[in-house]
């Protein structure tokens, strides 16, 4: 099965016993709506005959995504915090997507200096110039820093124009050439919401095939990988599952630790 189909497949599940629950990889499928638009080839089994190393490339969206997970953590326990329950309050839904969406831009284009950026993803900024939108922008440039400060790896502060740049960096128009990253802030805003599950989801495409997936799951549960060979990790909630052409998926901790490659289940 090639690496696409194989993230792709809506048949393909985690066993979480202790949770009685089932994640789906077919989240992804995001990415496959929106690959279709800019030009998309899926890769078939004669194509794979070269695997290109996309080592760095992973390791860049890996951090790119907790990152972002970080920050989603932070205003989803304010939402929970204020008893905010519903859509209705759209802000901190909001600020979560907008900062989301400007620290996976940020990461990238710092990590990858040397090479052409290109990011679709679902915001703008439009809305976020409007003078009624201040206050919100200046939430999101604070809840930015703060995330990139916590980190230290970036002894860097932005301003809110900078924040507002590199948002704008997921408008994009990909195209079936050159490589192009695709994400969507946060996938799940309902759930998100709920204090329930919600993932941060980037992939990246490269010549038009899809070359490597991260999904980054706060609330999901560090649960038995397999029952097949009863591989298990710490019973603490926080994960990041990362995939790249040839080698399979793996699942770690948020904080980076504990990578277990995954065994799925096909029905």
Same mark, same amino acid.
């Given at each position: 099965?090639?690496?696409?189909?194989?993230?792709?497949?809506?048949?393909?599940?985690?066993?979480?016993?202790? $949770?009685?629950?089932? $994640?789906?990889?077919?989240?992804?499928? @995001? $990415?496959?709506?929106?690959?279709?638009?800019?030009?998309?080839?899926?890769?078939?089994?004669?194509?794979?005959?070269?695997?290109?190393?996309?080592?760095?490339?992973?390791?860049?969206?890996?951090?790119?995504?907790?990152?972002?997970?970080?920050?989603?953590?932070?205003? *989803?326990?304010?939402?929970?915090?204020?008893?905010?329950?519903?859509?209705?309050?759209?802000? =901190?839904?909001?600020?979560?997507?907008?900062?989301? *969406?400007?620290?996976?831009?940020?990461?990238?284009?710092?990590?990858?200096?040397?090479?052409?950026?290109?990011?679709?993803?679902?915001?703008?900024?439009?809305?976020?110039?409007?003078?009624?939108?201040?206050?919100?922008?200046?939430?999101?440039?604070?809840?930015?820093?703060?995330?990139?400060?916590?980190?230290?790896? @970036?002894?860097?502060?932005?301003?809110?124009?900078?924040?507002?740049?590199?948002?704008?960096?997921?408008?994009?128009?990909?195209?079936?050439?050159?490589?192009?990253?695709?994400?969507?802030?946060?996938?799940?805003?309902?759930?998100?919401?709920?204090?329930?599950? @919600?993932?941060?989801?980037?992939?990246?495409?490269?010549?038009?095939?899809?070359?490597?997936?991260?999904?980054?799951?706060?609330?999901?549960?560090?649960? =038995?990988?397999?029952?097949?060979?009863?591989?298990?990790?710490?019973?603490?909630?926080?994960?990041? $599952?990362?995939?790249?052409?040839?080698?399979?998926?793996?699942?770690?901790?948020?904080?980076?630790?504990?990578?277990?490659?995954?065994?799925?289940?096909?029905?």
């Amino acid at each position: 099965m090639s690496f696409s189909s194989y993230l792709l497949s809506s048949s393909t599940t985690l066993p979480f016993k202790k $949770f009685n629950l089932s $994640f789906p990889l077919s989240n992804l499928r @995001y $990415f496959s709506y929106k690959a279709n638009k800019i030009g998309f080839r899926p890769i078939a089994s004669s194509d794979a005959v070269i695997v290109m190393d996309y080592d760095k490339e992973l390791q860049i969206a890996k951090k790119a995504a907790s990152l972002a997970a970080k920050l989603c953590q932070t205003v *989803q326990k304010g939402i929970l915090q204020s008893d905010v329950q519903s859509k209705s309050d759209k802000s =901190p839904v909001t600020v979560a997507d907008y900062g989301s *969406q400007a620290l996976v831009s940020f990461v990238l284009e710092k990590e990858l200096a040397l090479e052409s950026f290109s990011m679709v993803a679902e915001e703008d900024s439009k809305d976020l110039r409007k003078e009624s939108n201040q206050e919100t922008l200046k939430r999101i440039t604070d809840l930015v820093n703060a995330t990139l400060t916590s980190d230290g790896t @970036y002894s860097i502060t932005l301003s809110t124009q900078d924040v507002i740049a590199c948002i704008d960096k997921g408008k994009s128009d990909g195209g079936p050439h050159g490589r192009h990253w695709v994400l969507d802030p946060i996938d799940g805003t309902k759930g998100f919401v709920r204090g329930d599950q @919600y993932a941060i989801a980037l992939a990246l495409l490269d010549e038009g095939k899809l070359a490597l997936g991260v999904l980054a799951c706060p609330n999901l549960p560090l649960a =038995p990988l397999s029952a097949q060979n009863k591989q298990s990790l710490p019973s603490k909630f926080g994960c990041l $599952f990362s995939a790249k052409l040839g080698d399979g998926t793996y699942m770690e901790s948020l904080d980076g630790s504990s990578s277990k490659k995954v065994v799925c289940q096909y029905n």
